[in-house]
């Protein structure tokens, strides 16, 4: 008897943005069939609207909560009523839609983190409403940890079909970056990366590492940051037995992980790596909360408010998070099934 696809918590994102349509465009595509079993979790009145803005249908069931939350055609929606489009503006960032994504993302968790759910996958949220709306981080791994309690190591990993990426800095200004960059926090990165892929099937990854400044900073002819802090670290990774090379220059580093040398590259500051994965692959990119107990993936695009409710955007990262949240979602259901 073949198993049932992983059961993926969906939600609806933020109300102001392209969340709606491309959900509803990716639930309507078909490309999740046999893959995934998504439940979506949101307001029905936005479900409703997005359907509408992405010009096509699809069959859902309300349900008041998960349990028997199950549809024999169609999908089934967990109608949380608490995102209003008539009080939600679309294109602009709101406390009224932060409020709703973040009892939304907490209620999923809870139901993952109580073994209901098998993985989560919510279209996209937007920094600054969940700031309106109450979220004392400045992004959405930091709300999630503490929505988890999770107190490990954690990151937000980039994927896209050649590579993935891990970030020593994230959402901070560019000036406060360079502060951060420590050879503990790249040798904290770099194990993260090399954990997280080998959870994934790849049996000592080949990790790349960034140099920070410009040709690598020449021999501390423009910086040393390689010499004093990146370059020691990756000594000591070596050491350990990791397959990390680095620093190497950020201008060569990606084509050499497009062209396979590397499974992924650890930058050292979010737009050093982003560039790069948004030019190869911003239609297929997906972000995974790495080092999180559960599986939790989303699209690597915002919220797109300047061409929501238009009818416009492109739902092909939505469908790749949602195929790699089950992806995600089966392996880890393997290893537990092995380990037991």
């Known amino acids: 008897m073949s198993k049932r696809p ?8 933020d109300a102001a943005g392209i969340g709606p349509e491309i959900t509803v465009k990716a639930l309507a595509s078909g490309a999740l069939e046999g893959v995934a079993r998504p439940v979506l979790f949101g307001d029905r009145r936005v479900l409703e609207l997005g359907i509408r803005e ?9 349900h008041a909560s998960l349990a028997g939350a199950e549809c024999e055609t169609g999908v089934p929606l967990v109608d949380l009523n608490n995102a209003d489009p008539g009080v939600v503006a679309k294109g602009r960032a709101s406390a009224a839609a932060g409020r709703a994504c973040i009892q939304t993302l907490q209620i999923v968790i809870d139901h993952a983190l109580a073994g209901e759910l098998d993985a989560i996958c919510f279209a996209p949220l937007n920094k600054a409403a969940l700031h309106l709306g109450g979220s004392p981080f400045n992004d959405g791994a930091g709300l999630i940890a503490s929505m988890t309690g999770f107190e490990g190591d954690i990151g937000e990993m980039n994927v896209i079909p050649q590579f993935s990426t891990f ?7 560019l000036r406060e970056a360079l502060d951060l960059i420590t050879p503990e926090r790249i040798a904290k990165v770099v194990r993260l990366a090399d954990r997280t892929l080998a959870g994934m099937g790849k049996a000592r990854p080949r990790l790349g590492v960034a140099a920070l400044n410009p ?29 990390v090379t680095g620093p190497i220059p950020a201008d060569t580093i990606f084509l050499r992980a497009r062209d396979g040398e590397f499974d992924a590259v650890v930058m050292m500051y979010h737009d050093q ?32 408010f300047d061409i929501a409710g238009q009818g416009q955007a492109d739902a092909q990262s939505m469908e790749y998070a949602l195929r790699l949240a089950a992806r995600l979602a089966a392996e880890r259901s393997g290893q537990v099934a092995a380990r037991a």
């Open 54 to 62: 992405a010009g096509v249908d699809i069959r859902y069931k309300t």
């Open 6 to 13: 992983p059961l993926i918590g969906l939600m609806l994102g």
């Open 167 to 173: 970030r020593v800095t994230s959402h901070v200004s």
């Open 273 to 304: 790596g982003q560039i790069a994965t948004k030019l190869l692959g911003f239609d297929k990119g997906v972000t995974v909360q790495a080092g999180q107990p559960l599986v939790i993936t989303t699209p690597a695009h915002g919220t797109a």
């Open 215 to 243: 040709h690598g900073g020449d021999e501390g002819l423009f910086g040393d940051e390689e010499i004093r802090i990146i370059a020691p670290a990756v000594r000591r990774l070596q050491a350990e037995g990791l397959r």
